[in-house]
């Protein structure tokens, strides 16, 4: 948190605590992130100059791609802080897309209506994956994989079964469309909320004693118990918010691309694990940060939107990822083997 | 052994001589006299093949044969998925299956084997090239080349000079194809050609295909015609140049339709929308087979049930609300 930095940096000139202040800086959890985002984007920058990446329009472009990531991948990363994973956030974009799509579209229910429903299947998918995870001790990689496949499936069939077809219209307009896909120019609302949440997670992790603890679970579950931290609590939690987060992506995207698909979204449960290990969070658990992840989904997008602004073939642009993401890798190890030796 | 014994055994041999004899006899019949058809074809989350899927439950109810749609779920593993799928189908004994030949190299092998069990095959969809030689009784669909060259057609009948293909399925042999076609007649015009393959970490993200778009026309400001091979595609291409501040240099043509598509082409906002009729292709696919085993007739030479041009001109009729199912847009 910037508040932190300028709480622990000194007003002084003289190099020893400038060294403590550059150093201290060096060690934050995001700092690894921050480093992985500025380079990309003075590579792209340079590899594309003139060619209008550097616009608003450009920028705004990967802003767009990021935030509808970001909003998925700060609630997983805290998840997987907690130290678990959840394989469902795809489904739950997807299913959210058909069900408001086909309630308003096709059954003419208000919107806010659609849109509580969807919360209460969000609410409802994340307590399935918490329970069954916390009660009968299976990994959350299968739990939620099988959270995954059923609701993908119920929501195909269920669409088909009411509408003929897994791809529904839906046009929104007034206040409610300018809450989830508002625009500025080339610029979503989307962006807003994506802050938004980034912070309050920030928020919540460093500054409050549930974020206390959902390091502790993920750090060492057994001691965390003994310490009397209701760690399932904070698991099925954890899972509810991932859910919740993904309803809200299906919602923006609904109203922005005017309708519903079954099919959408799981290319998100791969993109939003990228995301999160390039800003910096460990897969073991315990350890990351949600402004990490804010500068990982940052650095998703200036990659695969920028690719398209060099001119090359876009073949190139998951060879490009998978680099992207072992040389993130690499950089967070080593500034978290500063942080820890501090 | 005595001889009530005896009798009854040798009464239960003959039944079961006479019963393994019928079976064998009029192929994989149902108890009601039916004829069973297996279809392998596309997953069911694509609106396109939902469309399929009804023409080809229409005609076995037209027809009065046992049916089965089979298909995988989505594209990720189409080729292993499909192999299998034609293996599971011909392990069954079917009279008949209806194949799309989406990636040969996976599904050829199996289609071989088909035919030699006796199961007749018709192919749809994709598999324009190489039905005859794979023994297959007929081919209902598209020749995706063909269908690229058409595009490229209309859009320099509209002024084109530097067309954009965007593959959504880069090594699609139909995509391929199609892209292909297009590069080809362009070029033949003395046109440009830029061909866009979209990655795969983009797939189902509307806004990352959006952003991708808009880039590639940032970054050449010559390109003014896009082609894309799928409905969805072509909805986010048209928001890229609507957002993107191109909506008066770059028109936009496709192939497959949606309802958004449909409205679009009345709008004026996408210039053509070839139409392959995928409820044609399952209909005719599975009438064919039936009145084939049924009375051994048939067509001769394949079907060709694409490009239906869609343009302003005729749309009217196409976005009639009751048709919906049957063109798979919604």
Known sequence: MSSDITRQAPPATDSSSLGKFLGDTMRRPEFGAFIGTLTVFVFFAVVTSGNGFLTWRGTAGWLNVAAELGIVAVPVALLMIGGELDLSVGSVIGATSVLVAVATGIYGAPIWLSIALALALGVGVGLFNGIVTVRTGLPSFI????????????????????????????????????????????????????????????????????????????GDRQ???EAGIRTDRVKITLFILTAVAAVLVGVIQTMTFNGGEATRGQVYVFNSIIATVIGGVLLQGGYGSPIGVMLGAMTFGIVNVGIFYTGWSSDWAQLLLGLLLLAAVLTNNLFRRLAMRA | MNKVTRMIAGGILALACSTSLFASEGQAKDADGNYEIIAVLGPLGDPFFSAMEKGTKDAAEAAGVKFEYTAPNGFDNLSQDLARLIEVGL???????????????AENEGIRAAVEAGIEVVVINTGSDNWKELGALTFVGEDSTAVGRKAAELHLASGATHGMCINHVPGNPGTEARCQGFKEDMEAGGKK?????????????????????????TA????????????GLAENAMQAVADGGFAETVKVGTSDVSRRTLEAVRDGKLVFDLDQQPYLQGYYGVLIAAQHLKYGIQPVGAVTTGPLIITKENVDKVLNPEVVPYRGAM
């Open chain 2, 91 to 105: 392990s069954r004994k079917p009279d008949a299956m209806v194949i799309g030949n989406f990636i040969p190299d």
């Open chain 2, 220 to 231: 050449d400001k010559t390109i003014n015609a896009i082609y894309t091979l799928g409905s």
């Open chain 1, 223 to 225: 001691s965390a118990r």
């Open chain 2, 193 to 217: 050609v830029t061909v866009l393959n979209l990655p795969y970490s983009s797939q189902g993200s509307p806004q990352q295909i959006v952003q991708a778009i808009t880039g590639a026309l």
């Open chain 1, 143 to 218: 739990v939620t994989l099988v959270s995954m496949l059923a609701l993908a499936g119920l929501a195909l069939g269920l669409t088909r079964f009411l509408v003929g077809t897994p791809n529904v219209s839906l046009s929104v307009e007034g206040a409610w469309r300018f809450l989830f896909a508002g625009k500025w120019g080339p610029a979503s609302i989307s962006i807003i909320w994506w802050v938004l949440v980034s912070l309050v997670a920030g928020w919540v992790l460093f500054r409050t004693q549930f974020g206390n603890w959902i390091q502790a679970t993920g």
